[in-house]
């Protein structure tokens, strides 16, 4: 009978924390990927020419097409938000999996669905506070 070494068992020593973390951080992850592609998907379904002939573009009055606005707004105002709301999601779903109140899955959807609203109106204060 061979004695197997706990220093190189592959399995969790702690209760499956490490494991637990991993789970919270995919399930984070997939939430803000499904809302992603939603946005993709939105965005081009919008027209790709301005319908009142006005110039395409940016600068001299000309304004981009709907798309093309969508795209620049996801570029530069979505990524970060999504990169903010992923943290905080990450750290809220890892704080209540290690109190024990929930299943990685649960928490990492509960964490999202407080971080993503929490992060979209806090955008909405700074820059109505002229921060950005």
Sequence with gaps: ??????????????????RSA?????????????AAAGYVIWALTLPAHNSDGVCEGLGWGCTPPPRDGAFLLGVF????????????AMA????????????????GTAATLVAVPATVVGA?????????
């Design 77 to 88: 105002v979505g990524v970060p938000l999504v990169m903010i709301s992923t943290v905080i």
């Design 92 to 107: 809220m779903g890892t704080w209540l999996v290690l109190r024990r109140r929930t299943t990685p899955v649960w928490a």
């Design 1 to 18: 009978m061979a004695m197997k070494s706990r220093a190189l068992s592959t399995a969790p020593q702690h209760g499956g924390r490490p």
């Design 124 to 132: 909405f204060v700074l820059y109505g506070a002229n921060v950005f």
């Design 22 to 34: 991993a789970i919270v951080l995919g399930t984070v992850i997939g939430w803000h990927a499904a």
